[in-house]
């Protein structure tokens, strides 16, 4: 009985969703804000208007077939009256919506554009008495723009799927009841509770429960992590299988998803250098190749070279293969989906801009803290006295840190893992140089060499980077810790891979003292670094370290306080953009989770988006010139060239389809 | 100050490009992108002068492509 409640409940969650939403198909997301929906009604749409478009265009073409089955074989029993009139209607069937476009453009004394030059050839073909050719052109334009159509739709569609994973619904824990509703009426501090399974609507911490939580749908990191109270989560992830309590960090649209969504919708605005270079090229293009066309069929009969009707014919065939289309589509298509192809490995990029820009550059800047290193401090050596373990040394540290609230003492304590304050025991805290704790045993001194001196205690000098934590117990030296923000693992890896893609320098900013920045930078092996930097100076010595050529560098930081910073180098790419707003709004490229590695991710990515754009590019210079040389010598006729026109766009189109498989 | 709009039925890129490079001839236009595959147009103009700029603006959208419905985002 229970169960059917429950059942029924889940049915009642979901018609109330649909009063003003619809669900998809996958049934746990749903497309709800404007992007999604427009999309989603576009697709419809156009798929709609596709099949309908394809059904016609076959009907045309069974009819056309016949006419043409007609003329070659049984004209003699066919009037050539009856044929042509034939012909001249389904040219006019199939036409009719070209023609009339090409009709308005012409009033507008706009000249050049695809449906004045195929409207004109196709015409200027019946003219001369190509039937056939000219109902031929017509359908198989028709079928390649139908076909581009389609191509972008799907390519739109991809983008979305990527971030198809939006919370639906939210279920507010308010005076003890669950009450479900939209995650865009949560407020801050908002208390929802997330079944098992189900997206978690909205940025927040978690104040009961433990799950796996699932983030690959925003970071592209598909192994999952654990969290418990206290652990900050992001709407938009799946908790996989505990039951969560979270507390919301504020209204939905400033959460993590929702700015997402809005940086994808604008990342096409800023258009790349090749793409501006495409149009001004088709701007020209169009009219150059018109002219040609017309040279073509006027000149060679005026100096009694051949036949007018011959000439004419060619100059059609020029004209059809002057359309401007295939080229200037297969630019975006293919930045497109390099842009979606990136934003599923956790990469969001800004703009196509830039892809063209990372061609460019040669040296790399990387932020110290946080970035190169976790940004955290962590005990990184344990040395205590002969006849002292390491463990018994580590926790006599931390119990005396159990009071203090500073980075070190909290690092001290993560490490040493579960302990508590003993009872009755006396905490004083020096400021700047460590704690004494006193119980009814023991008295623990932990801190500076100094402070163990002002207790006549004499603790060694240690050169070591990092900071030097000394224990003393009962008034004996003890040992020592170091504790220091450690270089991530990645960083490494991610510095090797740089190298490989190209990159020849690679450089480091950082706040911290000489000795540490210069240990980071041996290690990683980097070829230079600039230390004790006020936030301010950044920017100075990423100028200084690049030589003036902000052109060339990229910049990799956490976004926090490098604001300037990724507004000077060419390519500005923040860290863990997840909880930063101003990383979002300077930086090019965010990268979600924290991983380094994903910088030269998105090298590659850029480079492939490249390379097949200017495949593209080339691909369909070079057959609309080989076409435009056989037109013009008459080897190509209007068949070949409308296939030549339509058939680059298509294979452009497929080409840039693998940009997303990257 | 910036506005964007929706060109809904846009799926001609060289008319997307068409119209990109009339209005940016527009007077007080600082920038303009219109994109083909988000079909969203990015006006920037002085506040003073938008309303004048968006006029314009639609009627070069409606000649290049009469089909088009212009949206406010």
Known sequence: ?662 | MKKTFKLVGLDCANCAAKIENEISDLPDVISVTVNFMTTKMNIEAEREKMESVVEAAMKVVKNIEPDVKIEKV
């Open chain 1, 1 to 662: 009985m229970k169960r059917l409640e429950s059942f029924e409940k889940k049915h009642d969650d979901y018609s109330h969703i649909k009063k003003d939403d619809e669900i998809c198909s996958c049934c746990s997301c749903i497309q709800s804000e404007d992007f999604f929906n427009e999309i989603e009604e576009e697709e419809q749409f156009d798929l709609r208007e596709f099949r309908g478009e394809i059904r016609f265009l076959i009907f045309m073409g069974v009819l056309f077939a016949i006419c043409l089955i007609t003329e070659e074989f049984f004209s003699e029993y066919v009037h050539s009256y009856l044929l042509n009139a034939a012909f001249l209607s389904l040219y006019l069937v199939c036409g009719l919506p070209v023609l009339k476009m090409a009709f308005r453009s012409l009033i507008k004394k706009d000249f050049f554009n695809e449906f004045t030059l195929m409207g004109g050839a196709s015409l200027a073909a019946v003219a001369i008495g190509q039937m056939s050719e000219s109902v031929g052109v017509m359908i198989f334009y028709r079928l390649g723009e139908a076909f581009q159509k389609k191509a972008s739709s799907y390519s739109r569609r991809s983008i979305k799927a990527l971030l198809a994973q939006k919370p639906m619904l939210a279920r507010l824990l308010k005076d003890g009841k669950v009450e479900n509703i939209n995650p865009k009426d949560i407020v801050k501090g908002d208390i929802v509770q997330v079944l098992p399974g189900e997206v978690i609507p909205i940025d927040g911490i978690i104040i009961s429960g433990v799950a796996q939580i699932n983030s690959s749908a925003i970071t592209g990191e598909s192994k999952p992590v654990s969290a418990k109270v206290g652990t900050a989560v992001y709407g938009g992830t799946l908790s996989l299988d505990g039951l969560l309590t979270i507390k919301a960090a504020g209204p939905f649209k400033d959460s993590t998803i929702s700015r997402m969504l809005e940086m994808v919708q604008n990342a096409v605005a800023h258009k790349s250098p090749t793409e501006r270079f495409i149009t001004r090229f088709a701007k020209w293009y169009t009219p150059a190749v018109f002219g040609l066309a017309t040279l073509v069929a006027l000149v060679p009969p005026l100096i009694g070279q051949g036949d007018f009707r011959e000439w004419f014919y060619r100059g059609l065939v020029l004209l059809v293969i002057s359309c401007p289309c295939a080229l200037v589509i297969s630019i975006p298509l293919g930045f497109f989906g390099g842009i979606g192809s990136a934003s599923k490995k956790g990469i969001l990029v800004k703009g196509a801009n830039v892809f063209d820009a990372l061609d460019k550059v040669t040296m790399a800047v990387f932020d110290k803290t946080g970035t190169l290193t976790y940004g955290r401090f962590e005990v990184v050596k344990i040395l205590p006295l002969t006849g002292i373990t390491e463990g018994d040394l580590l926790r006599m540290a931390a119990t005396a840190e159990t009071g203090s609230n500073h980075p070190l003492a909290r690092s001290i304590l993560a490490a040493a893992g579960n302990i508590t304050m003993p009872l009755n025991a006396q905490v004083t805290q020096f400021a700047g140089k460590g704690m004494l704790l006193k119980t009814d045993l023991d008295t623990i001194i932990v801190g500076s060499k100094a402070l163990l001196q002002d207790y006549g205690i004499t603790a060694p000098s240690i050169s070591e980077l990092g900071t030097v934590v000394h224990v003393a117990k009962n008034d004996k030296y003890q040992g020592y810790l170091i504790v220091a923000d450690s270089i991530r693992e990645e960083s490494y890896q991610s510095v090797k891979e740089l190298r490989e893609l190209g990159i020849k320098k690679v450089y480091m900013l950082t706040g911290d003292c000489e000795a540490v920045a210069k240990s980071v930078s041996d290690k990683l092996g980097l070829d230079g670094y600039r230390s004790e930097l006020l936030p301010g100076d950044k920017v100075a010595a990423l100028k200084s370290l690049c030589g003036g050529e902000t052109k060339k560098t990229l910049f990799v930081g956490d976004g926090i306080n490098d604001g300037p910073v990724l507004v000077t180098s060419e390519t500005g790419i923040a860290m863990g953009g997840f909880g930063s707003q101003v990383a979002i709004e300077v930086a090019d490229v965010v990268i979600l989770n924290d991983s380094l590695l994903k910088v030269a991710e998105l090298l590659r990515v850029a480079k492939k988006t490249r390379t097949i754009v200017w495949q593209n590019v080339f691909m369909a210079m070079g057959v609309k010139g080989v076409f435009l040389v056989f037109g013009a010598v008459g080897v190509a006729g209007l068949w070949e060239a409308v296939f030549a026109d339509v058939g680059v766009a298509l294979m452009a189109i497929l080409n840039s389809t693998r940009t997303s498989k990257v």
